[in-house]
């Protein structure tokens, strides 16, 4: 299980592109997941996706800002 772990850290690495922003929906959702870590995002274009704890927290798009509850 571990060696597992280590590979999907690597791949992790291979996927940012700059400070907790990733390449991918499935990067950011990984990275901020146990036990990679709490928050990733993903950036296409003007629109950034936030992730906390694997799930999305927020949607950032000209200047505007939609959350989402999660309870």
Not at 28 to 45: H, V
Request: proline content about 1%.
């Amino acid at each position: 299980m571990e060696s597992e772990t280590l590979k999907i850290k690597d791949w992790l690495k291979g996927q940012e592109i700059g400070n907790g922003v990733y390449r991918s929906h499935k990067a950011a959702i990984i990275a901020s997941s146990e036990p990679f870590g709490l928050f990733a995002s993903f950036k296409k274009n003007e629109t950034e996706y936030w992730y906390i704890n694997g799930k999305i927290e927020s949607i950032e798009c000209n200047g505007q800002t939609v959350r989402f509850d999660q309870t």
